[in-house]
């Protein structure tokens, strides 16, 4: 049987996560919706699987064809070449519609729609019975092409074949036309964002222009290094567009009366060939992550309501900052004589004015060995959103430091004059509401972030059965190199907790510890009292290794530009019968 298979290869933890009662359930449930014994028997299995939050639709998918393998090899050769499915080809006869039609189709009474290729599908009754609906209703409404991108080893003709059996259409041949049309004349305009890159459709857009989206989170846990197409995006300006054969750094030292005392620049070639390479995994997260709770707990707080996806995790290859400096006379001494304060950074992203995006860090976290000018992500060159070709890394630290697109490095006595570094991510007290110059003035920039967590599955207002057993996962993280030494996870609302389980974390030096750490814990609801109707007010906090931990709620830590929104997350969820 499938599920005895599935048990000796893998899967038994998660099935033994999933309770009697629901595997019964969805055991019935799927059954009904295939035509095939073998075919019942896969999906049955792939239910109870799903029973614990973590299976796509393509991967339930290549289940059910595994179960239709030993029928197939009793099959003659030429049965199977007869078999192949050429998946998303234009069929004749079928309903043709535009892409706008199929966009409305993203739930509810219009159902679920996809396409692929030339096709369209409707995978609603596949979502009803399937419990990792929320990551399957990601491609609702658009292609399955970026998805299938990340799940490769799906794409095979038995999968190919069960998506075929759900087509309900063709895309319309003018309406592709069109559509590769708009695309060619992207660059034709004089808008500064008409050359922005392609972006992954399962991110969750918080503003179009500039650009800026979270990871979404139903699947942030999902991968301890975060794939480069699903990383958040954080821009405040048009992406620049930059050949790689054309791009200079340049670096420039400051001596102690502010006058430039030396110049010199480097091309991608240069960098590469001249410094060591070295690579560091850093978490990366945006100073907003989260101001959407803050936002809701009080109003008045001015930028993007992120919710709690604007955090990544990737392995950073490239130069160490302090390599580069310390070529040019800038180092531990010149920083002790207080010549050499801050380190500038500069990148290509510019306003109408002109005027570049730009940062500093003190010159102590410059020179520390795990500051990059990184060329790669996760073993790739730099995405265009990401910085490329060459962006700072600087591992621990709030994401506005880690400047993309990186131009300029100048070495000088005091922190820089952007507007990034002085008139903003800077932290007021709860009971400020207006800032003047001198209120700006007074406070020191934001650099290392606090402790934080969330918890990224179940999402809110998920349902979950009286007698179930959820799985709850998430992410913690510490700036300044600090790692994570526990996790809480409470199922009443913060009056009791228990402890969370790690899956991932960093193999990385106290004090270097840069890179989140994945968790997850099992709640068993059927221990909590609760009945159908209730509420269940999920709710994680995490400690780090210098025993920091998060503040109960936002009343002390509340402020109007909602930066470093770390109080205790909670996600309520609601119980079924």
């Given at each position: ?105 993203k739930g509810g009474r219009e159902g679920v729609w996809v396409t692929f290729g030339d096709g369209v ?43 075929e059996g759900l087509r309900v259409g063709n895309v319309s041949p003018q309406a592709k036309k069109e ?399």
């Open positions: 049987m499938l599920v005895q298979r599935l048990l000796r290869r893998g899967a038994p933890r998660l099935l033994r996560r999933a309770t009697r009662r629901s595997m019964q359930t969805m055991t019935r449930t799927m059954a009904r919706t295939t035509s095939n014994n073998a075919s019942k028997l896969a999906f049955a299995a792939a239910a109870a699987v799903a029973a614990s939050g973590g299976v796509t639709l393509w991967a339930m998918m290549a289940d059910a064809a595994e179960a239709k393998e030993s029928k197939k090899k009793s099959k003659s050769k030429k049965s199977k070449k007869k078999s192949q499915v050429v998946p998303g080809a234009y069929v004749q006869g079928l309903p043709e519609y535009t892409y706008e039609e199929v966009a409305k189709h599908y409707d995978v609603t009754k596949f979502i009803e019975a399937h419990p990792g609906g929320p990551k399957i209703l990601m491609a609702a409404g658009g292609a399955l092409e970026p998805y299938w991108r990340l799940y490769a080893s799906h794409k095979t003709d038995e999968v190919f074949a069960i998506l559509r590769e049309r708009e695309q060619q004349q992207r660059g034709d305009s004089d808008d500064p964002y008409a050359n922005e890159p392609e972006r992954h459709p399962a991110l969750s857009v918080g503003t179009k222009t500039p650009f800026n989206a979270e990871t979404p989170v139903e699947i942030l846990a999902d991968h301890f290094l975060t794939p480069n197409e699903l990383w958040y995006v954080r821009n405040h300006l048009p992406v620049p567009q930059i050949k790689p054969e054309e791009y200079v750094l340049e670096v420039v030292v400051n001596n102690e009366q502010g006058q430039v005392q030396q110049t010199r620049r480097f091309t991608l070639r240069e960098l590469k060939e001249k410094f060591e390479h070295h690579t560091v995994m850093s978490t990366i997260q945006c100073a907003g992550n989260r101001r959407r709770e803050m936002a809701d707990a009080r109003p008045g707080i001015r930028g993007l309501k992120w919710q709690h996806g604007a955090i990544s995790n990737a392995e950073w290859t490239g130069v160490r900052l302090g390599d580069v400096l310390r070529s040019m006379g800038v180092d531990e001494q010149t920083a002790a004589s207080g010549v050499h304060s801050h380190i500038h950074f500069e990148g290509a992203d510019v306003d109408p004015t002109r005027a570049a995006y730009g940062s500093s860090i003190p010159i102590e976290k410059a020179l520390d060995q795990d500051v990059l000018l990184a060329f790669t992500m996760n073993g790739e060159e730099l995405p265009p959103d990401h910085g490329f070709p060459v962006r700072a890394v600087v591992p621990g630290v709030v994401g506005a430091r880690n400047v993309k697109w990186l131009t300029k490095v100048v070495a000088a006595r005091d922190e820089s004059e952007s507007f990034w570094q002085r008139r903003d991510y800077k932290i007021f007290a709860p009971y400020t509401e207006k800032v003047d110059a001198a209120g700006w003035d007074s406070l020191p920039s934001l650099q290392d972030l606090p402790v934080i967590s969330a918890i990224t599955q179940p999402q809110r207002d998920a349902q979950v059965s009286c007698d179930d057993t959820i799985t709850v996962k998430g992410y913690a993280y510490s700036g300044g190199g600090r790692g994570i030494n526990r996790v809480d996870v409470s199922a009443d609302g913060g009056k009791t907790f228990q402890a969370a389980t790690f899956t991932h974390r960093p193999n990385q030096k106290r004090g270097r510890i840069y890179a989140w750490s994945l968790w997850e814990a099992d709640v068993d609801v059927s221990d909590l009292g609760v009945t159908p109707g209730d509420k269940i007010e999920l709710v994680v906090r995490a400690v780090d290794d210098q025993q920091n931990t998060q503040p109960h709620d936002f009343k002390t830590i509340w402020n109007i530009r909602g930066l470093c929104s770390n109080a205790w997350h909670r996600v309520p969820v609601n119980v079924t019968d």
